[in-house]
């Protein structure tokens, strides 16, 4: 079928007349087609952003100068494996675009989790989730939170320490160098997810009266997620598993080189008078 939206025309293969009051079985049918191959999708989208900022200067911060500029490129694109598995791919993402977070303050110690809003990591997230939650019996337990997205490319851990006098630039964020994610589900109702990242060294320029040096924050990082589930019963139950790594490159000083590793196995099953849940986590 054909619109032709400025003629306000419709043209149709097998001809219905208006007044037959059929619709879909009135449709043609095409037989003896064999042999077809469905084409591979792949997409790439490069980019370039430029981005100036400009604001009121400080005489005694060499660092606030009143403009900065920056000039930043990359790739991002996804390849159709199979028809059930696609693989997408950034290189030197830039997620300036994406909505800024709500302002959240605690004063317990703990961690503020914030909704992921990045594109690149939203697409098939509820592959990579570990969680006992089954709306029809009403449970939700997400405890277990070992695969949390935000930490990828989030705010350098560590801070540089100044004397009397000295200025300092620091990041805001932690440089993602490339990453990639195969993420799927096969006709046989096997969940896939695959995730690898790696996130570039962030250092703080430091300035002594026109002397400057860096000062390590946040070394080079691999984050590594491997994440596989299978339906029972039509998707009502389930059973999987699900291993994490972080890995980060230690410097000359051992500063903030501690890696990672955390695993965990989860099954959940619907009987005809009661369910079973099972969630075992190890690090």
Known sequence: MRNVFRNQERSIWQVIPQKSGVWVSGFGEIHGIKDIQPRRQVEVAPYVVAKVDTYEGNENNPFAT?????ITFGLDGKIAVTSNLILDYTVNPDFGQVEADPSRVRIDGFQNFFEERRPFFIESRNIFNYEMTNSAVGLDFDNDLLFYSRRIG????????????????????TPILAAA?????TNSGWSIGLL????DSSYGIIDNDGNRRKSL?????????ARIQK???GGESYFGGIVTAVNRKSDLNGLLHTNAYSGGMDYFLIGNKESIMFLVTFY
């Open 181 to 185: 994610k195969l993420s799927g589900k």
């Open 231 to 233: 339906d029972i019963k």
């Open 154 to 173: 989030s705010s350098p851990n560590g801070r540089v320490s100044l004397a009397d006098g000295e200025y300092a630039q620091t990041p805001i964020s």
């Open 66 to 70: 009143g403009l900065d500029k920056k």
């Open 217 to 225: 924050i946040e070394p080079l990082t691999n984050y590594s997620v």
């Open 196 to 199: 690898e990242s790696i996130t």
